[in-house]
């Protein structure tokens, strides 16, 4: 019995340890079985990149499709424009072999036009070129001198043409290299940004860095708002001026309020009272003004005046002298008529 029982253990140890290397074998065969997949995957993925490869040598660029994303208001980007600014670069894209076009070629150079604020370009399978571009958004317009420009929100800038005309904010003033424009860009943007600050503020006066003057659509008065320090806490100063300050004293009261100083406004009375402008209807009839009357206000010409004071004197030489009745005394009146009476008795 003790011998068949050591066989026993003896043929199970023996069938564990086959069992034991099946599985290791097993094992070895997966893992090799999926290097093998693998690899076949990797040979089919290049052959298929060799073989779109070649086939797309034989595709040549058939034409160009141009999409503007954003012409809503006034599409001054055509997609004739955008084939006249590739070919002024010489870019040459139509009948070329897909491959051979640079894409981020094209898309900088389309970047670089001043009407042009982003470009993405496309090839598509049938043998088109897609162009996809945003034409320049313009949040204000500069007047330096006698030139003038629009400027982007990243400071691009737009020569004006009569062509086109986008209804923003105005900056005046003269500017440099040490003193762009674009450094009121965050100024602008901060009112932009406020629908009642966008309604309120119509143009930038730039005198110097330090006094940057505001103008309302508030009639009467302009703020001077210093220099670009502290934007927030500025309007703060102004929006509470304005709710407690100018009802109480009135709205024509000062004619500039400045909020470059910390931690207080400073107005500065009106000298002179702001003429009030009354509008009338055309079909009024009205006499017909004197010219020479009209002239002579405190703006007429020197010589318009002098030649309507000429023309009174001559005027008032030429009319008779009215001198006055000198009216009898009372004294002589009745000795006068006593002295007829008499004459009549003698008669």
């Excluded at 141009?66 to 809503?72: A, F, G, I, S, T």
């Excluded at 500069?142 to 400027?151: A, I, K, P």
Aim: charged share 30%; glycine share 4%.
């Amino acid at each position: 019995m003790g011998n068949n029982r050591l066989l026993l253990l003896a043929f199970g140890r023996e069938l564990m340890r086959n069992f034991s290397n099946l599985k290791d074998y097993n094992t070895t065969i997966l893992k090799i079985a999926r290097i093998i997949l693998l690899l076949l995957l990797w040979g089919l993925m290049l052959a298929g990149i060799f073989w779109a490869r070649n086939k797309s040598r034989d595709v040549v660029c058939k034409g160009i499709r141009v999409e503007v994303m954003n012409d809503d208001e006034l599409p001054f980007v055509t997609p004739q424009a955008i084939k006249e600014e590739l070919a002024r670069n010489r870019i040459t894209v139509i009948n070329r072999p897909m491959w051979q076009l640079n894409i981020d070629k094209i898309e900088t150079a389309l970047k670089r036009s001043p009407y042009i604020e982003d470009a993405e370009c496309i090839l598509s399978v049938d043998g088109q070129l897609l162009v996809k571009v945003s034409q320049i958004v313009p949040v204000v317009r500069v007047f330096d001198g006698e030139s003038s420009y629009y400027l982007n929100k990243d400071g691009k800038r737009m020569r004006a043409n009569a062509m086109y005309h986008a209804d923003v904010p105005i900056i005046r003033g003269h500017f440099t290299d040490r003193y762009p424009a674009t450094r009121l860009l965050p100024l602008v943007q901060y009112v932009n940004a406020d629908s009642a600050l966008s309604a309120l503020v119509t143009m930038y006066n730039v005198q110097d860095s330090n006094n940057i003057f505001i103008v309302p659509s508030i009639y009467g008065h302009v703020v001077n708002f210093g220099n670009l320090d502290n934007i927030e806490g500025k309007f703060d100063k102004l929006r509470l001026f304005y709710r407690k300050v100018m009802p109480e004293r009135g709205w024509m009261t000062f004619d500039t309020l400045s909020v470059k100083w910390n931690h207080q406004v400073v107005a500065t009375r009106r000298v002179k009272k702001v003429e009030t402008v009354i509008e009338y209807s055309a079909e009024d009839n009205e006499p017909e003004a004197d010219m020479a009357t009209v002239m002579m206000g405190d703006d007429a010409p020197a010589e318009t005046a002098v030649k309507a004071d000429s023309k009174k004197d001559e005027n008032a030489e030429k009319r008779p002298e009215m001198k006055p009745e000198k009216k009898a005394e009372p004294a002589k009146a009745e000795k006068k008529k006593e002295q007829n009476k008499n004459k009549k008795h003698k008669k």
